[in-house]
T-cell receptor
């Protein structure tokens, strides 16, 4: 157990729908990162939150959004889902200082049918 | 833009047959280079962080080294349980609290008994 909790583990939904993925960071970590992993693209950075504020954006589609709540858990919202959004979505957390890398959760596997 | 290229894409070894994985990178000021291990359907698991050229880190049968342009992950006398995808990532000296990692696509290592 890495200490980073992601729910749900699996999600199957239809095209055009909206889903919410949840992440609870490791205790004491202030930063949360979201990554998408597909077979052809590898791990792609989506977005970072630090203590409730958005800090960096990567290749995140406009249909996707995220937020970090006062208790530091984060949610990634995916809307108007397309078949190509099927992927593993990982959350990671870090203390936010020192740059010593970070810890990943076990991921949510999203399948859009 | 930060870039990471890993080679080979896949490597098949016999148990006990030592080899190396390569990670070439370009980054605007390296803050750290990271190696992760990822098992199928799981989140990446942290292995090493390297910060400066010439640095080496070891853990069991794995040894990571760093130069100004690339990193190597040496695997000595591998066992079947070392089979996994090995991911390399770089963290740029971006300033502030942006600790985004840029990942390579990974090397799929298979160790046959």
């Amino acid at each position: 157990d890495s200490g980073v909790t992601q729910t749900p583990k699996h999600l199957i939904t239809a095209t055009g729908q909206r889903v919410t993925l949840r992440c609870s960071p490791r205790s004491g970590d202030l930063s949360v990162y979201w990554y998408q992993q597909s077979l052809d693209q590898g791990l792609q950075f989506l977005i970072q939150y630090y203590n409730g504020e958005e800090r960096a954006k990567g290749n995140i589609l406009e249909r996707f959004s995220a937020q970090q709540f006062p208790d530091l858990h984060s949610e990634l919202n995916l809307s108007s889902l397309e078949l190509g959004d099927s992927a593993l979505y990982f959350c990671a957390s870090s203390a936010g200082t020192g740059g010593f890398g970070y810890t990943f959760g076990s991921g949510t596997r999203l399948t859009v049918v | 833009e930060d870039q990471v290229t890993q080679s080979p894409e896949a490597l098949r070894l016999q148990e006990g047959e030592s080899s190396s994985l390569n990670c070439s990178y370009t980054v605007s000021g390296l803050r750290g280079l990271f190696w992760y291990r990822q098992d199928p359907g799981k989140g990446p698991e942290f292995l090493f962080t390297l910060y400066s050229a010439g640095e080496e880190k070891e853990k069991e049968r794995l040894k990571a080294t760093l130069t100004k342009k690339e990193s190597f992950l040496h695997i000595t006398a591998p066992k079947p349980e070392d089979s996994a995808t090995y991911l390399c990532a770089v963290q740029a000296r971006s300033g502030g609290s942006n600790y985004k990692l840029t990942f390579g696509k990974g090397t799929l290592l298979t160790v046959n008994p």
